[in-house]
């Protein structure tokens, strides 16, 4: 049996490599996530491990320390006081907005200062801070920036004064995600302490003159008492704890599209087992009749699922190394920070890609195993294999009720709760049962669908359209597999679309809201000095100039953020929506409270509250309930006029600008950039841009996912040429008996290319109506007042390139009917 | 059609030459035939096992390309053709029926006796159609599928077929082959009846004398050479003549 098994294998080489490509591409995705995440691993661990012992021990503040959470001073010299310390040297971090060459600062977030200890830093170019008037920038915003040793950088320091600095080097932040992100200027511990105002340190790093580290690290945790003293080794291995969190994700993240990549090969492997064993009936029958048990039909088929399971598991081993590598590469060649070790299988990767490569194939054979053993012995004795008509089963019609009834109750309990992780969880379990559902309806329904997809097909391509769709509804449930292959990618990415077009269109209704304004001021460090805003009014160009000022402040005994807004802008430049009460007439002692407050607190409209600060007391008449998440204002807003005699003069926080109508926004933009030239901590943003890198920012993440479900289709345009190619080889005779009527190879080729192409819409119509279904369902779990928008071109554009991708699939199946010789064909039998 | 007049031929083969394969391993199938199929008549190619009866059809059918020789159909001379220009050919001029698969198993029988036609983009001739399905018999099973008719029903469906479009010429590769006397012999008779009534020319190879009976002309193979042949046969001067061949 085991040798019948084996040259049958070999005979069909073609097939075999086919049916191995799907579980091929399936443990290449998986593995090469394996070895993409262990490879970033290792590169962290072996820079983690260089930096550990570079330092003997590390002292950090305890969690809560005191002042600004940071170590004391007077830890620095208790250090240094320890016997067998040879240097101590502190680490300090604040914020100094750098200036960038256009005058402004750089960056959303302002540049921070810091000082580095001499053993950590890692200077690429240059030399390290010594002097007080010297600094060194980090390689990214050097680079960004275009400064290079030699040149002068200006930071802002605590107060908002311009400094001076002379740029000695560049160095790289390493792997500190915090300092990458903001960038950062370095300077001598002193000078660093000078301009960012920060008390203490961060951390002292200590190098020893003798003792062990753990000795070491046992005295010095004495000499500082309330902090935390590890060795270097043991704070290497905390960090890059830390980020093997960060890889884990990733990598969980990277696994589920492996998943799916998976599942869709499982379902284009127990397609192929199943056409197979139709085919070879006569084959499987003609052992039964010359002994061979029920059984041994069964194993041979496991056998050969085994087989080809473990052949595609190696071969997608080696692509997830190719991959993984390849991944690799790319985060080297685009310059990322991430440091990445030698490219490897590690044994833990090759278990689990054989593992998982193996037990899906032979778990998707299992049941066309069983089929096998069906056949009885006497149907080597028929001639013509019969068509096997399909009959839907009352069983079948049950079950796919009992999940369509489940599954559909689940999303309506998900859409009809209140927003929030339960729901899209329930919304998502209801999905994963409607699905199956189909899975289980899939024959039932894919009879009329294609009829439905290939209604202008078959008329537009006369006899072989008309042909090819009379094919593609023959076998229904081979049909049905094929395409509810395709199915699954088509509703992930339908489903994506439909979340990220409707993100879109909410987050922009948003934004009108929150933004009602074409230009928005803020400051990087403290608050806009009121100048700006009557520089801005006295321009004739700007229609509205909304101030937002704020101060914390104890409100009946708890801390919160009352502020204030320009008393003309309430209801015309920005009109807050309220629950309760309303902001018409608003002035003298009122305030308006944001809903989140009002609820936590328990006031209502009509309420006092009482606002303390700096000794004095303003009690206030709540007159209005805000809806939060469409209001720009604070928890407590009170009026200008009492704002000012409670608080004092404050700075604005943030400014709205609204230009004036017909006025071209280059004109606006440049009295607002005027008014703002001599502050170069207040940055302009206007909503376009920040629109505009919404916008970006939610087409990466669409098409990253969209990339990455790319395989799961790829593999199942694999399943619909093995189906095909298989059809084809079953339907030689008929191929024949067409070419001797007269159908030329051109329409051989065509009948089998609409076919394809009739499979593909199928797949991809059940696929969109799956996707716009649960990505409407999704988008109501996930915050009130969505605003949903079907993406139509996004899905016209799905269901084309299905169709098209299935015509592609057609290609070598139908090039090897069309080459096959008529006369070949009718003499085989 | 009297014997006197020169009748003209539909089907004409000159120095058949058709080799399989190269050098040590070359079978002469067919070994230079000379042949002559007349119009309106019904002939039967006979030969034992092996004798090249299915390859001389492929050849003169430009199924199949021959090795040397000429085949002409009608005025057309099929031997160096490309491939489209003899599936265009076949269309038109030229009508199949197999020994089995003839038929397609998801069309109806009356969409399978329109498939030649519809290839071809051609309208139905509604008289010839009734004709031939009253002929035929099969008015009743119109709308079934192949795998719901016997077997004799299914080559009725596939003559008929072959009739639709007025080739001018059938061939047919032993069409009772599969099939019991009695359903063997109404296909026959309805051959017979299609060359008389129709003016059908059938060119048809078959292994057995009683159904080479129904035939006006019978010729005979032997090892890819034309040898013999009988006209006006009768069983018995069939099996004679094989009896001798074999001999
Ligand atoms: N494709 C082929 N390759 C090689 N030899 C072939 C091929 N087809 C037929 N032959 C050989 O050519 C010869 C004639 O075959 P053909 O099929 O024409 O015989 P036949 O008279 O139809 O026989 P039968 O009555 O058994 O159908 C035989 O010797 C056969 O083995
Ligand atoms: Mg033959």
């Not at chain 1, 240097?87 to 000082?115: C, E, F, N, R």
């Not at chain 1, 081979?478 to 199915?487: G, I, P, S």
């Not at chain 1, 699939?809 to 009917?817: G, I, S």
Request: proline share 4%.
């Amino acid at each position: 049996m085991f040798r019948t098994t084996l040259t049958g294998l070999l005979a069909h080489r073609l097939r075999l490599v086919l049916t191995s490509l799907a579980i091929v591409l399936g443990v290449g995705f998986i593995a090469g996530t394996f070895v993409l995440t262990d490879t970033i691993d290792a590169g962290f661990s072996q820079s983690f491990a260089a930096d550990a012992d570079k330092v003997d021990v590390v002292v950090t503040p305890k969690d809560g320390a005191e002042p600004d959470g940071n170590l004391p001073e007077s830890a620095l010299a208790a250090v240094k006081a320890v016997q067998g310390v040879k240097d101590a040297q502190p680490m300090v971090s604040g914020d100094a907005p750098l200036i960038g060459k256009d005058g402004k600062v750089v960056g959303d977030y302002p540049t921070a200062g810091v000082s580095i200890p001499a053993s950590r830093i890692k200077i690429t170019s240059g030399r390290a801070p010594s002097a007080a008037a010297e600094a060194v920038l980090d390689r990214n915003t050097a680079k960004a920036q275009g400064f290079a040793p030699g040149a002068t950088v200006t930071v802002l320091d605590q107060a908002g004064k311009r400094q001076e600095f002379h740029l000695v080097g560049i160095f790289d932040v390493g792997l500190d995600q915090d300092l990458a992100y903001r960038g950062a200027v370095a300077f001598t511990p002193g000078t660093a302490r000078r301009v960012t105002g920060a008390k203490g340190f961060t951390e002292i790093d200590v190098i020893s003159s003798g003792p062990s580290p753990e000795r070491l690290r046992t005295a010095v945790a004495a000499a500082v008492g309330d902090a935390e003293a590890v060795t270097g080794r043991e704070h290497a291995d905390e960090v890059a704890k830390r980020n093997h969190v960060d890889t884990s994700y990733m990598r969980l993240g990277l696994l589920l599209f492996g998943a799916v990549a998976l599942l869709v090969a499982a379902l284009v492997i127990y397609n192929t087992f199943n056409i197979l064993v139709a085919q070879r009936m006569r084959e499987m029958a003609l052992l039964r009749c010359i002994g061979a048990t029920k059984r041994q039909v069964f194993g041979s088929i496991v056998l050969e699922s085994a087989v080809v399971g473990l052949l595609s598991s190696v071969l997608g081993l080696l692509t997830g190394l190719g991959l993984g590598a390849g991944a690799v590469a790319v985060l080297r060649a685009v310059g990322t920070d991430i440091p990445t070790g030698t490219v490897s299988l590690s044994p833990q990767t090759i278990a689990v890609g054989m593992c998982t490569g193996v037990v899906v194939t032979m778990a998707a054979a299992l049941l066309p195993a069983r089929q096998a053993t069906r056949v009885p012995p006497v149907a080597a004795l028929r001639t013509q294999v019969e068509e096997h008509a399909f009959r839907t089963g009352v069983v079948r019609v049950v079950f796919a009720a009992l999940f369509l009834l489940a599954g559909a109750g689940l999303t309506a309990v998900g859409v009809l709760q209140k927003p929030g992780q339960a729901a899209l969880l329930a919304v998502m379990a209801g999905g994963v049962l409607v699905f199956f559902a189909v899975l289980i309806l899939g024959p039932v329904i894919v009879r009329p669908l294609s009829g439905l997809a290939g209604w202008v097909p078959a008329r537009l391509f006369g006899v072989p359209g008309r042909l090819a769709v009379s094919n593609s509804r023959r076998n229904p449930k081979r049909a049905a597999t094929t395409t509810v292959a395709l199915t699954v990618g088509v509703t992930l990415m339908t489903f994506m679309a439909v979340l990220t077009s409707t993100m879109r269109t909410t987050v922009s209704g948003q934004l009108d809201q929150q933004f009602p304004a074409d230009y928005i001021l803020s400051s990087q460090t403290g608050t806009i000095p009121r100048q700006v805003a009557d520089t801005l009014r006295a321009s004739r160009d700007l229609a509205a100039v909304t101030e937002f000022r704020g101060k914390k402040a104890k409100v009946n005994g708890r801390e919160f953020e009352v502020g204030t807004v320009t008393q003309s802008a309430i209801g015309t430049a920005i009109e807050p929506e309220a629950s309760s009460g309303t902001m018409d007439g608003f002035g003298g002692s009122e305030v308006a409270v944001a809903d989140f407050v009002a609820q936590d607190l328990g006031v209502k409209v009509g309420d006092t509250v009482t606002v303390a600060s700096g000794g004095r007391k303003t009690p206030l008449k709540v007159v209005a309930v805000l809806k939060a998440d469409v209001s720009l204002l604070p928890p407590f807003t009170m009026a200008e006029q009492a704002f000012e005699q409670h608080f004092g003069t404050v700075g604005d926080a943030r400014i709205l600008v609204d230009a004036s109508d017909g006025v071209a926004p280059e004109r606006a933009r440049k009295v607002v950039d005027d008014a703002t030239a001599a502050y170069p901590a207040v940055k302009v943003g206007s909503t376009t841009e920040i629109r505009g890198q919404f916008d970006e920012a939610i087409d990466s993440i669409l098409m990253i996912v969209t990339g990455l479900l790319a395989l799961a289709i790829v593999i199942s345009l694999l399943g619909i040429a093995n189906t095909l190619s298989l059809s084809v080889h079953e339907r030689t005779r008929e191929s024949a008996l067409l070419r001797a009527l007269g159908l030329t190879r051109t329409q051989l080729r065509g009948m089998l290319s609409v076919e394809a192409l009739v499979l593909g819409l199928v797949g991809a119509i059940v696929g969109v109506v799956l996707g716009v279904a649960y990505g409407w369902a999704a988008t109501a779990t996930l915050t009130e007042n969505v605003s949903f928008r079907l993406p139509i071109e996004q899905i016209l554009i799905f269901i084309a390139a299905s169709g098209l991708a299935g015509v592609l699939a057609a290609v070598l199946p139908a090039r090897r009917a069309a080459r096959a010789s008529v006369v070949g064909a009718l003499a085989d039998s | 059609m009297t014997t006197t007049t020169q009748v003209r031929a539909a089907v004409v083969a000159r120095g058949l030459t058709k080799v399989y394969g190269e050098g040590d391993a070359a079978v002469h199938a067919l070994r230079g035939i000379d042949v002559g199929f007349a119009a309106e008549a019904f002939t039967a190619i006979m030969g034992p096992s092996g004798s090249g009866k299915s390859t001389l059809m492929h050849c003169l059918a430009g199924l199949d390309t021959v090795t040397d020789g000429q085949v002409i159909i009608g005025d057309v001379e099929i031997t160096g053709l490309n491939d489209k220009q003899l599936t265009l050919l076949r269309r038109e001029r030229v009508g199949f029926i197999f020994q089995a698969f003839n038929l397609l198993p998801t069309l109806t029988a009356e969409q399978n006796i329109l498939l030649p036609l519809e290839i071809a983009g051609r309208q139905a001739d509604q008289a010839l159609f009734d004709r031939v399905i009253e002929t035929v018999g099969l008015r009743d099973r119109l709308r079934h599928k192949p795998g719901e008719l016997s077997g004799g029903q299914q080559q009725r469906v596939a003559v008929a077929r072959a009739l639709i479009s007025k080739p001018q010429v059938i061939f047919a590769d032993e069409p009772t082959g599969n099939l019991d006397s009695r359903s063997g012999a109404e296909v026959l008779a309805f051959l017979r009846r299609s060359v008389r009534e129709l003016g059908q020319t059938i060119v048809m190879v078959t292994h057995d004398p009683v159904a080479a009976s129904y035939a006006d002309r019978v010729v005979f193979l032997r090892d890819g050479l034309l040898v013999s042949e009988v006209e006006r046969p009768t069983p018995q001067t069939v099996l004679d003549t094989l009896m001798a061949l074999e001999a």
